[in-house]
């Protein structure tokens, strides 16, 4: 890149919401300070109420870069920290990272370049999920596998093509500060709502699979569990907030509850017949899982069954058990958030 380009490079703002990210946030800054682009870039950290050492590292990371900041997100949650960062940054072009997200080197680069060569509002690609021990291994396997996320083309990559949503997102900020950023009342989806909103004024979210974030799965069962059970919540907000929003892919996890359950009871009070159906779901998990655990220890193979029937059952249940007042809740707090910049 000749001295030229590189002065008309945008400068790049890189907002992270983290909460108890001790484990992963000097590696997450460190892979954005690294990145291969030349133009001017700031980093915002929008800091939760953490109960590790989030904020000791935070402050560490700010005084070892003047590019670093951060601004307080007392509320912990996570669209009130990106609207936070936002409105704290100054930069045309908005990456949003993650605190347990790894960029590869030359992501902003290539976001950047995709922004001007498709004109679209947003951009993103692959959520590349790496385990660190056996069980990671499983749900990152699942998390990569049609099996486990259907079509989902940043879970399990494909063409670059416009999409109805990105992974994290490269923006234009005009396109945040026409939309008045992330609704705040989603705590879980929140993603996927804007990208919506962005759709709907005539802006074009594109997939590339050039760009990549590498992902640190949930480390227990029950973490993995609560995360798509919020997953499935959140999305039949979305649903009942956006009518015709909906698709197959986000009704089979219910479906496949409704159907299980129904099988269960048939088979424990009328017929042993009723319980084919669970029978057959775990054979299919099962099956599934082999292609899936190509490569990896038995450990972690055995345990992707386990791990696509949690994603599968929370999100499921999530789906089913999502109160209609949160629907309401949203309909009635539903304003702009970020007017723009702090000068």
């Known amino acids: 890149m000749n001295a030229k380009s590189d002065v008309q ?36 950290i929008a800091i939760g109420p953490s109960t590790d050492r989030t904020d000791e590292i935070a402050a560490e990371l700010v005084a070892e870069d003047p590019r670093v900041h951060t601004v307080p997100n007392p509320t912990g949650r996570t669209p009130a920290a990106l609207n936070a960062a936002i409105k704290a940054s100054r930069h ?43 069980w990671e291994h499983a749900v990152a396997a699942a998390m990569t596998s049609k099996v486990g996320v259907g079509n989902a083309a940043f879970h399990t990559g494909g063409q670059a093509a416009a999409a109805e949503t990105v992974y994290l997102g490269v923006f234009r900020r005009e396109a945040l500060e026409r939309q008045g950023g992330y609704n705040e009342e989603f ?121 696509l029937a949690t994603m599968h059952m929370s999100w499921g249940w999530g789906f089913l058990t999502s109160p209609r007042s949160l629907a309401r809740k949203v309909i009635a707090s539903r304003r702009p958030a970020v007017v723009g910049a702090e000068a």
């Open 92 to 134: 045309p072009v908005v990456v949003r990272v993650d605190g347990h997200g790894m960029l590869s080197p030359n992501y902003i680069a290539t976001a950047v370049r995709l922004l001007e060569e498709t004109g679209a509002q947003n951009v993103g690609g692959i959520m590349h999920a790496e385990g660190e021990n056996d």
């Open 187 to 307: 705590i879980r989806a929140q993603d996927w709502e804007l990208n919506f909103r962005i759709r709907e004024a005539g802006g074009l979210i594109w997939f590339s699979p050039e760009l990549r974030v590498s992902y640190r799965p949930r480390p227990s069962v029950k973490a993995l569990a609560k995360q798509y059970k919020d997953y499935g919540r959140w999305r039949h907000v979305v649903a009942r907030y956006h009518e015709g929003s909906i698709n197959l892919r986000y009704l089979a996890p219910p479906a496949a509850v409704c159907a299980i359950a129904a099988g269960v009871v048939v088979g424990a009070a009328l017929t042993p017949w009723g319980f084919v159906i669970p029978a057959g779901y775990l054979a299919a998990i099962v099956a599934g899982s082999v292609p899936a655990g190509k490569g990896l220890p038995l450990k972690a193979r055995l345990q992707i069954p386990v791990a």
């Open 9 to 44: 490079l945008p400068a790049v703002s890189v907002i992270m919401p983290v909460l108890n990210e001790e484990r992963h946030l000097r590696q997450a800054v460190r892979a954005i300070l690294a990145q291969e682009y030349a133009g001017e870039m700031e980093v915002v």
